[in-house]
T-cell receptor, first 114, second 114 residues
Framework: NAGVTQTPKFRILKIGQSMTLQCTQD?????MYWYRQDPGMGLKLIYYSVGAGITDKGEVPNGYNVSRSTTEDFPLRLELAAPSQTSVYFCASSSNGIPYNEQFFGPGTRLTVL | AQKVTQAQTEISVVEKEDVTLDCVYETRDTTYYLFWYKQPPSGELVFLIRRNSFDEQNEISGRYSWNFQKSTSSFNFTITASQVVDSAVYFCALTMEYGNKLVFGAGTILRVKS
């Protein structure tokens, strides 16, 4: 199993550009998450999904959109990139909503907005 | 509101020293779950341990040990005989009984020098 994969690994965007960060998991997990990690800060939840077709906002959703058309994929969309979105983005998944189950994280995408 | 505080921003030790990473949490829930994750220089997050609020038993896994004390709302992590490979950022995280949204501390950078 590849686990959770993310593409791209690195990206530089200009202000106002848009892009989609891809996330795929092959563990048949129902729950998927997007976090951002800013320097010196812990991870903050952007959006999460409890299954195909169902998404909800996390702590810092502004400026982002998500969709979940399949169990495997959970892309994160930035419509109008801003310097404040410069961060490392992590996708994660877990088998269900039981809090005891750990989340499995992807390798991250480092995004710079100039 | 839920909150996790890791007051130690950065710790430097010499190989073979013991080191303790502090984690203090805040929650009004009686049922909650605590986690530790490791983020090595390669960037991915690696799950280390979980503990639920009803289990205050300390745990030891090789050179790693965890001390959970509800009376002080702390879940500290000790590495015995540290090694260079332990150099990483360590995150403490909290989630509640319902939902599976992790709240992370800011992380502690551990540098182990040979």
């Amino acid at each position: 199993n590849a686990g959770v994969t993310q593409t791209p690994k690195f990206r530089i965007l200009k202000i106002g550009q848009s892009m989609t960060l891809q996330c795929t998991q092959d563990m048949n997990h129902n729950y998927m998450y997007w976090y951002r990690q800013d320097p010196g800060m812990g991870l903050k939840l952007i959006y999460y999904s409890v299954g195909a077709g169902i998404t909800d906002k996390g702590e810092v959703p502004n400026g982002y959109n998500v969709s979940r058309s399949t169990t495997e994929d959970f892309p994160l969309r930035l419509e109008l990139a801003a310097p404040s979105q410069t961060s490392v983005y992590f996708c994660a998944s877990s088998s269900n909503g039981i809090p005891y189950n750990e989340q499995f994280f992807g390798p991250g995408t480092r995004l710079t907005v100039l | 509101a839920q909150k996790v505080t890791q007051a130690q921003t950065e710790i430097s030790v010499v190989e073979k020293e013991d080191v303790t990473l502090d984690c203090v949490y805040e929650t009004r829930d009686t049922t909650y779950y605590l986690f530790w994750y490791k983020q090595p220089p390669s960037g991915e997050l690696v799950f280390l341990i979980r503990r639920n609020s009803f289990d205050e038993q300390n745990e030891i896994s090789g050179r790693y040990s965890w001390n959970f004390q509800k009376s002080t709302s702390s879940f500290n992590f000790t590495i015995t005989a540290s090694q260079v490979v332990d150099s990483a950022v360590y995150f403490c995280a909290l989630t509640m009984e319902y939902g599976n949204k992790l709240v992370f501390g800011a992380g502690t950078i551990l540098r182990v020098k040979s």
